[in-house]
């Protein structure tokens, strides 16, 4: 039997826990360089340890953070990643414990959601998340890839000198507020490490509206094959966009379409319902080549998640929340547009704690999911009423990796 111990980490430990979890990316130790970006992600009192026997096992740590939820409201939430356990000590309760650790940590602080992008789509379902948002990644024929004469124009745009970059797209970013459901918060952190670690040909792009006011930018790299060896190809790698509203989406899009000395141009972590295509004169020039979960959402105190959303005008629908690894969430909730609150009267719907997850940023309906055999039906009746509640009139996306 080995003895567990879970705790934070003193700052002296950090590094040793980030090259724990490189290896078990079966990815190489961070470098001294590197360190000096991304030791900033290391919250004092958020990285965990897992021990076993006194020698470190595995390892998660949580950034603070904010999630955008139906209503427009911020909810604290704590954005979890780096989490990993040595291969040689998997399936030891290495990864429970620490799961549990940075719940019990996210109450504490008041988060009652807790985030993540998962690695592998198989493990984090067990311990209460669901996938609350998706995203998709297009590819465009730069050659055929014009804009419709009727697509919205207006404002300037500007390239970014790289130091420049680090002090303007933050601002931008804060400006604009969290765009839709499911955007978080990007703290400096965030910004220090995705900047430093960006390519030396990374290019960044800010829109301005005619009033001189930012309300969108772009972040690329282009990446090329040698013409002696291979076909010459020039594909412009978005790695973010982000836009206020749809002038300065399309001036964006504009942009990289009339880049010169391009041939395709490969976007990813896209909203599913951005209207790329519908921008374009010939909508076959974008395709979509992949469509995956993007941000998972774990309900630590389901109460106070729920009742941080809007829901849609419509009939209280009486929702029964397993959960086993959080147990003091368990019960019957009575779910209205005017109040979210315990009931002890017979469930009419119920399903995982993963589950509701799944349906809090309005990704999917409880239609779909009780199709799936993820929704128990006690009354069909409750359904129409149900899809109404958790729907949202806009498409939940996050992009933001973390």
Known sequence: MHAH?????ADTEFRPARDLFMRALNLPPVTDEMWQSVSRTSEPGRVFGGFLDGELAGTALTGTSALAVPGGAEV??????????????????????????QFDDARERGEPVTMLHASEAVIYERFGYGVATR???????????????????GGRIDLLEPEAARTVLPDVYRGLGLV????????????????????????????????????????YEPKS?????????????????????????????????????????????????????????????????AVGDDLWVRLVDVAAALRARTFNAAEPVLVEVHDRFLPDNEGTYRIGPEEVERTEQRPQLSMDVSALAALYLGDVSVSALAAAGRVQVHEPAALPGADHLFTTDVVPWCGTPF
Do not use: K
């Open 5 to 9: 111990e879970f705790r934070p980490l």
């Open 76 to 101: 604290p939430a704590g954005a979890v990643t780096g989490v990993g356990v040595r291969a040689d000590r998997t399936r030891r309760g290495v990864l429970t414990g620490l799961m549990r650790a």
């Open 135 to 153: 995203s998709r990644t297009v590819s465009l024929d730069r050659f055929r890839a014009a804009l419709r004469p009727d697509a919205p124009r």
């Open 180 to 219: 839709r459901p499911g955007s978080i918060v990007r703290g400096d952190a965030w910004w220090d490490m995705n900047l430093a670690v960006a390519p030396r040909d990374a290019v960044a792009v800010v829109h301005y509206d005619p009033a001189g006011v930012p309300d969108g930018f772009l972040r």
């Open 225 to 289: 094959r040698d013409h002696r060896f291979d076909d010459g190809t020039v594909t412009l790698q978005v790695r973010d966009l982000v836009a206020g509203d749809a002038i300065a989406a399309a001036e964006l899009w504009r942009f990289l379409f009339e880049r010169d000395l391009t041939d395709r141009i490969v976007a990813v972590d896209r909203p599913l319902d951005e209207p790329v295509e519908w921008l374009m004169v010939d909508r076959r020039a974008c395709r979509t080549t």
